[in-house]
């Protein structure tokens, strides 16, 4: 973080979200060489973070949006993301949203299970219309990362399992207004384990040999998200290796001729260009740690106590500070539960009471988590 820009944090209200534009344009400009030279397509996955300024930046760089309700397609399209880039996942579509989104013609449903089929079916059939759709697949496949941010198992909710595929394709020959665009899969999130992605593409090979076996033929293979991003290292790792990530994908996947291949990339894209700025309310003495209490708490960052999630912890007040000896702190917010603690035993200069702390790799599924639990009021944003 620049320092002109920590002395200007000393003028705002704490607890704010920081985002670094220049850092999310490095960011976009690393992924976007990595992608178009492969002729691949990058959806961006909305859930991430849906602030408007981040939202322009990433639409501005041609890349199309992956939606989750309604009103994230809503969204996709008031800032301006392509109609034709627009795919719509999710296991709990409402009739109200499919009826939107058929009206607005998206790119695409990628669908979660036969009884949303039919639904699609008849409620594209109302509006004169014919629905482009992509099977989520359950490709029963680990992807090594924490259980809740894990989808690709048969016991999760998310895609068809493969046992119901030729119900699903059945259905599909029935529905005179849906039309079989693509096949699509997301494993999970926060996967820093590669091994993971090539299980998928071998999994994807099977199921494509399936379909041409059965000669069906569809034009897009979507494999999802789940990149992760380095939460112990945010600076060293600002960028993910996307390099690496889609040369996976090249040299396992197999696709037929002209089938295009699509990504939903959320965290890699947004995760380490924001921050939670927040100051030091009280510091109170422990037994073998003393607390930092913040301003900020569960309700602006909900991950540590989520998904056990680990953030770096900074105190930029301090930062120059050689001379402070290190103490051990709990980081814990205000809020009335115990899970609400950033980390346990964070070795910080000695710090007091005002002082800024930074708490990194805030620039994905931290803002859009956000509650007002505790009638908290929503923290602002500001860029740099
Ligand atoms: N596509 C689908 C169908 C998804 O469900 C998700 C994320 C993505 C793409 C984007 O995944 P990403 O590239 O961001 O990993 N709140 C959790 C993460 C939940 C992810 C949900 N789905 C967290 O804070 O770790």
């Not at 490095?26 to 492969?38: G, M, T």
């Not at 540590?304 to 050689?322: E, F």
Request: hydrophobic share 40%; glycine share 8%; with cysteine.
């Amino acid at each position: 973080m620049r320092s002109k820009l920590i002395e200007k944090f000393g003028e705002l209200e704490t607890p704010f979200y920081y985002y670094d534009l220049d850092a999310l344009e490095e960011n976009l400009k690393a992924l976007h060489a990595a992608y178009s030279k492969r002729g691949y397509e990058v959806h961006y996955a909305m859930k991430a973070n849906v602030n408007d300024g981040v939202l322009s930046a990433i639409q501005k760089k041609g890349l199309g949006a992956d939606c989750v309700s309604g009103n994230e397609v809503k969204k996709a399209i008031e800032i301006g993301f392509s109609k034709n880039d627009i795919v719509f996942a999710g296991v709990g579509k409402t009739d109200k949203e499919i009826n939107y989104a058929l009206n607005e013609d998206i790119f695409c449903f990628n669908v979660e299970s036969t009884a949303e089929l039919n639904v699609i079916n008849d409620l594209a059939y109302a509006q004169g219309k014919e629905a482009r759709v992509a099977l989520r697949l359950n490709p029963n496949i680990s992807a090594n990362t924490h259980a809740y941010i894990t989808t690709g198992l048969e016991d999760n909710k998310f895609g068809i399992n493969f046992w119901e595929l030729e119900q699903a394709i059945e259905l599909l020959n029935d529905s005179s207004n849906l039309k079989l665009e693509g096949i699509h899969f997301h494993i999970g999130s926060q996967i820093t384990d590669l091994s993971s992605f090539k299980n998928l593409c071998n999994k994807v090979n099977e199921i494509q040999q399936w379909f041409f076996d059965h000669n069906i033929e569809v034009d897009h293979v979507n494999v999802g998200g789940g990149l992760g991003i380095d939460y112990h290292q945010p600076d060293e790792q600002a960028i993910p290796d996307y390099e690496s990530y889609f040369g996976l994908f090249e040299e396992f996947i197999e696709l037929r001729p002209n089938q295009k291949l699509h990504f939903e990339l959320g965290r890699s894209i947004v995760g380490q260009m924001g921050s939670l700025i927040t100051r030091v309310t009280y510091i109170k003495k422990g037994i073998s740690t003393n607390f930092a209490i913040l301003d900020a708490g569960m309700t602006e960052l909900i991950r540590p106590a989520l998904y056990q999630s680990h953030h770096v912890i900074q105190n930029i007040s301090k930062a120059h500070r050689d001379d402070l000896p290190l103490e051990k702190y709990d980081v814990v917010g205000p809020i009335c539960e115990s899970s609400d603690s950033f980390g346990k035993a964070i070795l910080l200069p000695e710090t007091e009471r005002g002082d800024l702390i930074a708490i990194r790799s805030a620039g994905a599924y931290a803002e859009v988590m956000a509650s007002s639990y505790n009638l908290r009021e929503k923290a602002q944003v500001f860029f740099g």
